[in-house]
Nanobody
């Protein structure tokens, strides 16, 4: 059974940091590019960041570039998102997702697997 399980969300003050993790199982993690997608209250899905299957190439949405860092540990089948300088507008449910292949996709409609999400709330 394929599983993507996010963790690390929570309540943080503006300017603070959080590190999200996504534990993968049931598929060959190292053969899949990975992404983070978020959904703010009352809004649609927003692609946040992606990383290729080997971890050597990354990409970020303009809204998070310079503040968020995506990484992966293929030996541990885990994806990460380090979030610094958090803003209230970063409040959302964060999902990790996988697409088969070396290269990542930024169109979330084509992702093969999704996690259940973890809530991040940035508020004073």
């Amino acid at each position: 059974e394929v599983q993507l399980v996010e963790s690390g969300g929570g309540l943080v003050q503006p300017g603070g940091s959080l590190r999200l993790s996504c534990a993968a199982s049931g598929f060959t993690f190292s053969s899949y590019a990975m992404s983070w997608v978020r959904q703010a209250p009352g809004k649609g899905l927003e692609w946040v960041s992606a990383i290729n299957s080997g971890g050597s190439v990354t990409s970020y949405a303009a809204s998070v570039k310079g503040r968020f860092t995506i990484s992966r540990d293929n030996a541990k089948n885990t994806l990460y998102l380090q979030m610094n300088s958090l803003k209230p507008e970063d409040t959302a449910v964060y999902y990790c997702a996988a697409n088969r292949g070396i290269d990542y996709l930024t169109d979330y409609r084509f992702y093969d697997y999704w996690g259940q999400g973890t809530q991040v709330t940035v508020s004073s």
